[in-house]
């Protein structure tokens, strides 16, 4: 059974830098697929950012150049760390994970693991 837990949000002034952390139980980061969505009120969820089991990373357009996922095996965590943020950067970030990862960087319904989330408000 994978545990996830986010810590790290707050809130923020436009322009500013967040990092969230993302602790991983039951399982090696480096045997399952990562990745942080987010769902800001009365929008669906979106994922923001991915890492795959070898390394590889991709995230939205609408962060590109600002956020960057890592992980680090040795504290078996997941990270985000989100730069120049932005008022419409605000919503709650989740970590997920999936074991299979057939369809990477696949949509949220193919996550089986979820963390409990953590909320991120950027003032303008």
């Known amino acids: 059974q994978v545990q996830l837990a986010e810590s790290g949000g707050g809130t923020v002034q436009a322009g500013g830098s967040l990092r969230l952390s993302c602790a991983a139980s039951?399982?090696?980061?480096?045997?399952?697929?990562m990745a942080w969505f987010r769902q800001a009120p009365g929008k669906e969820r979106e994922g923001v950012a991915y890492?795959?089991?070898?390394?590889?990373?991709t995230s939205a357009d609408s962060v590109e150049g600002r956020f960057t996922i890592s992980e680090d095996n040795a504290k078996n965590t997941l990270y985000l760390q989100m730069n120049s943020l932005k008022p419409e950067d605000t919503a709650i970030y989740s970590c997920?994970?999936?074991?299979?990862?057939?369809?990477?960087?696949?949509?949220?319904?193919?996550?089986?693991?979820w963390g409990q989330g953590t909320q991120v408000t950027v003032s303008s």
């Open positions: 039951g399982y090696n980061l480096n045997m399952m697929c």
């Open positions: 890492i795959e089991r070898d390394g590889t990373t």
């Open positions: 997920a994970a999936d074991l299979l990862c057939d369809t990477w960087p696949g949509k949220f319904h193919e996550y089986s693991y």
